[in-house]
């Protein structure tokens, strides 16, 4: 039995926010996912004191992902 999984990189999920519980590791695998490989628009919003980080995706400005580590 063989699966074939293709990628819709084009789909507009509107606007997503995932809140984690870890730290560093989380944030950062789940960032380079939307804004790499599905070149979404994300906004990470780490723990107290640290400064948000921002991705504006060159092709799809309709979908957002907010990061928020809780």
Do not use: Q, W
């Not at 819709?8 to 380079?32: Q, S």
Request: glycine share 8%.
């Amino acid at each position: 039995m063989e699966y074939v999984v293709h990628l819709n990189k084009d789909k507009n999920i509107g606007k997503v926010v995932y809140i984690v519980e870890g730290g560093r590791r989380e944030l950062t695998l789940l960032g380079h996912i939307f804004s790499c490989i599905f070149d979404y628009s994300i906004v990470v919003a780490p723990r107290k004191g640290m400064p948000y980080l921002k991705y504006e995706s060159k092709k799809n400005k309709l979908s957002r992902v907010f990061l928020v580590c809780a």
